[in-house]
């Protein structure tokens, strides 16, 4: 994290706006590196600038020359201003880039689909090293090797290594209790070492092979892969001559499976952006142990009036705020301050970064590739942009609305005769689904009858737009925006009691429309219904009627699976979780002694007592408990 020098006092700033109070501001700034926020009336950031001179960079907000009308509306709607002096630049860059990832200020250039990658991990915690996928911060004892571009991607190279190294993929749990070999033994993907059918140093000789081909080193091992092979052949062990055969194809088959492999690039990550009409898209290839292990397509929120190069070093820092940095970045252009930018990730990765744009050989073609591909996919993504306008055209001319929705909320209820009930709303809008701003709602309420789904959707609604309404009235921060559409998954009688709610919290301004299943639940017959107007149809193939299909069973999917989580949780949760006393420890003891939950119900107060760590008054405890 950057060294903070000290927080500028200016909370005693005279009532001015706009370029008046930034000049006002500049008056007590330092001539020295730092960082900087311009803040609106309503407390919210608008911009997270880092300079080399706050003085000097500040100022030039002031003079009213060279800027945008994106920049001079942004200098209008600032009210205040907040500072922090850090000892460099390099420091205040890696501040900045912190500071645009958790405030997401509305005129910087923003990444926003920032999901972890995933991750092989072999972990070092037990003498059976373990083979495994991994997501999140590197929390485990061992040695990670990604990142993969997506999950299929490191499933099947997971899938591969078990079928070349053999290793472990079962938690410790299943590892010590088997007691004979599990079916990916018999499958051939598992040398079975919880077993003893192979020792563990062999075992950790499999592990040695497993890391040293996930650095790189594959030619190495298949080599060395080889010579086994030849050598139980020479000797007439043909079974053990065919396993290492096997395990040497299941190694070529990573090469096949991953595409272009260069031979020149053995640790980089390759990143071309492409923009068009205000729009950008910046793809990036991951290249590991001279594999290539996928790449994956970004567009980040960019306006018009940002250059291509400001774009690209935009991405870079808040790319790699949360994520491992690579020796090398290759990328399609030169970023703005590129030379400050790599030795800011040099200090974050503890090693020397470049960032480079190849002129001629193998990496200027890998560069070539990632912008073919940036360029069609911002093609597509603008060609899907322009049929979703007309859908919401659409919408807004079946539904009667004054202007295409902006945000459209669709909430459905999902339960089994009342139990683990959930309420989804899943968000669509311009963009297509807006995932990050999906809800579920456990169902809280006692007094609802099991199975009422007006009372459900009541409970669901109230709550979503109650807090809407206090964010708004405070000032706070809104959590989620105001829809400019409701859709309700049912008829007449769910729109009532979605519109009781809505009137009695004062948003009944909110257009809301119920969408009722066909006869016999048929798709293309749903009827909707809308207060003041009489139940109505779409034409069968109509392209909005689709479109309202897809909202609909894209809510009804997320409510499912928003059940089915909440109904798995319960079901593995055991009644002696709830006895005052009964830790693991004791659990797990008891579970030993009379194989479930249930065996310890029907257990008498003396065999209980004779399990270890079980006390008389404990025991009765537990007795009593189950008789309830």
Known sequence: MPYIGGVTDL???????????????????????????????????????????????????????????????????????????????????????????????????????????????????????????????????????????????????????????????????????????????QIRRCSAPCTGLIGLEDYAALVEQAELFLRGKSRAVTAKMAEEMQAASDEMEFERAARLRDRIRALASVAQETGVNPETVDEADVIALHSEGGQACIQVFFFRAGQNWGNRAYFPRVDKSDTDEDIMAAFLGQF???????????????????????????????????????????????????????????????????????????????????????????????????????????????????????????????????????????EVLRRRFARMVKEEETGEAVSSPRPDLVLIDGGAGQLAAASEIMADLGVDDIAVVGVAKGPDRDAGLERFFIEGREPFMLEPKSPVLYYLQRLRDEAHRFAIGSHRTRRAIDMKKNPLDEIEGVGPGRKKALLHAFGSAKGVSRAAVADLEKVEGVSGPLAQRIHDFFRR
């Open 320 to 458: 790699y705020e949360d994520k491992p940095i690579p020796r090398l970045i290759l990328v399609s252009l030169e970023p703005s301050e590129r030379e400050l930018l790599a030795e800011a990730f040099t200090i974050k990765s503890n090693r020397k970064v470049e960032i480079s744009r190849p002129q001629r050989g193998e990496k200027r073609d890998l560069v070539a590739q990632a912008l073919t591909n940036a360029r069609e996919a911002l093609g597509r993504k603008m060609a899907e942009g322009s049929a979703q306008t007309k859908l919401l055209n659409g919408v807004a001319e079946a539904f009667g609305m004054d202007a295409p929705p902006e945000r459209i909320e669709v909430y459905d209820n999902s339960h089994i005769m009342g139990t683990n009930a959930v309420g989804g709303m899943v968000v669509a809008g311009p963009e297509g689904f807006q995932k990050n701003q999906y809800r579920k709602f456990n169902i809280k309420s006692t007094e609802l009858t099991p199975g009422d789904d007006y009372g459900m959707m009541r």
């Open 11 to 185: 909370t005693e700033s005279p009532p001015l706006s706009g370029a008046a109070l930034i000049k006002d501001y500049c008056r007590r700034l330092p001539d020295a590196p730092g960082v900087y926020r311009m803040i609106d009336a309503a407390g919210e950031v608008l911009y997270v600038g880092k300079a080399r001179s706050l003085k000097k960079r500040v100022i030039q907000y002031a003079q009213g020359r060279f800027h945008t009308n994106r920049i001079a509306h942004m200098v209008d709607q600032t009210r205040a201003m907040e500072f922090v002096s850090t000892r460099t630049e390099t420091d205040a860059l890696l501040l900045e880039i912190n500071l645009i990832k958790q405030l997401k200020p509305r005129f910087n250039v923003l990444l926003r689909d920032d999901k972890s990658f995933p991750e092989i991990v072999i972990r070092r915690e037990h003498p059976a090293a373990q083979l495994r996928k991994h997501r999140g911060a590197h929390s485990i004892k061992g040695d990670y090797f990604g990142p993969f571009a997506s999950a299929g991607a490191v499933n099947r190279t997971l899938n591969t290594l078990q079928k070349a190294f053999l290793l472990r993929s079962c938690s410790d749990s299943v590892y010590e209790s088997r007691t004979r070999p599990c079916m990916l033994h």
